[in-house]
């Protein structure tokens, strides 16, 4: 079994930061890759930004030049640093993992969501 736990969500005002966390733990052999996605109200699951272990990553246009996702390989930890936050940025925040499990079964697992409000 694989845990994902988000945290750092919450309201902030626009310009504003905040920076998500998303530990993984559990039968976890490898990480391929770590990313982050979200949903807006009334819209669709969209892509924010995805970290391969290579360290390749990928963002989506509306985040490029304000967010970061980073990573702790140790911590299997994976990071969005959103800068210049604008209420469209507004959604539920999902952690993703393409992982390798013990039994070397590959798996793609969800976090729980973490919702981030900007509004002043």
């Known amino acids: 079994q694989v845990q994902l736990v988000e945290s750092g969500g919450g309201l902030v005002q626009p310009g504003g930061s905040l920076r998500l966390s998303c530990a993984a733990s559990?039968?976890?052999?490898?990480?391929?890759?770590m990313g982050w996605y979200r949903r807006a109200p009334g819209k669709q699951r969209e892509l924010v930004a995805t970290l391969t272990s290579g360290g390749r990553t990928n963002y989506a246009d509306s985040g490029k030049g304000r967010f970061t996702i980073s990573r702790d390989s140790a911590k299997n930890t994976v990071y969005l640093q959103m800068n210049s936050l604008k209420p469209e940025d507004t959604a539920v925040y999902y952690c993703n993992a393409d992982l390798l499990t013990r039994a070397l079964v590959r798996v793609n697992y969800w976090g729980q969501g973490t919702q981030v409000t900007v509004s002043s």
């Open positions: 559990g039968s976890i052999f490898s990480i391929n890759a």
